[in-house]
């Protein structure tokens, strides 16, 4: 199963914007980046996808390398809802798959 | 909401006991997963159903069964309760597996917090 690797923590500043990285350098042609992240006590929450290309939404921006061996989530200004955990996982399309959430970055935000 | 309902949402029990998780999936969704987060945990991969049938496996314990019913509903199984099963297990829907699935988002449910004493 394709891994992925995300520092433990990472901490920003309220307003600022947040770079949240991940290390995904198994990862095969058809593997589709996705990051969730979990809110205390809450399940997991979609924040954005992407394969190829850099993609936008109203949550966030995922940055993709060129050689997609890792990506960038892009939180363009936290705000103190924004501590979570982000999870950074590998989807494929065949059956078979197991969907593997790694420990994830836990983010702390500072008003 | 985002429409995977799990029920109980809390339940304990004793050690030795056997309970049953209930889901259902977002409408139209065909996969299931079941997810275990023990306390300050990440989330560990149990098993996957896509409409009906077992597609993935992770480490599920073999007191744990799963399955996925007809109407699309799964329930999770867990027999012979040790404290250590205690957990918030999470089940989650996507809508299928297969070609173009894979940017397919998946659903979480808000967990059932098990508790066994």
């Known amino acids: 199963d394709a891994k992925t690797t995300q520092p433990n923590s990472m901490e920003s500043n309220e307003e600022e914007p947040v770079h949240l990285p991940c290390n995904h350098s198994?990862?095969?042609?058809?593997?589709?980046i996705h990051w969730y992240r979990q809110l205390p006590s809450q399940g997991p929450e979609y924040v954005i996808h992407?394969?190829?290309s850099n993609v936008n939404n109203r949550m966030a921006s995922l940055a993709i390398a060129e050689d997609r061996k890792s990506s960038t989530l892009i939180l363009h200004r936290a705000t103190l809802r924004d501590a979570a955990v982000y999870y950074c996982i590998l989807r494929k399309n065949t059956g078979g798959f197991k969907t593997i959430f790694g420990a994830g970055t836990r983010l702390f935000v500072k008003a | 909401d985002s429409g995977v309902t799990q029920t109980p949402k809390h339940l304990i029990t004793a050690t030795g006991q056997r309970v049953t998780l209930r889901c259902s999936p977002r409408s139209g969704d065909l996969s299931v997963y079941w997810y275990q987060q023990s306390l300050d945990q990440g989330l560990q991969f149990l098993i996957q159903y896509y409409n009906g049938e077992e597609r993935a496996k992770g480490n599920i314990l073999e007191r744990f069964s799963a399955q996925q019913f007809p109407d699309l509903h799964s329930e999770l199984n867990l027999s012979s309760l040790e404290l250590g099963d205690s957990a918030l297990y999470f089940c989650a829907s996507s809508v299928g597996e297969g070609q173009g699935s894979s940017g397919n988002t998946i659903y979480f449910g808000e967990g059932s917090w098990l508790t066994v004493v």
């Open positions: 198994t990862i095969s042609g058809t593997d589709y």
């Open positions: 992407g394969l190829t």
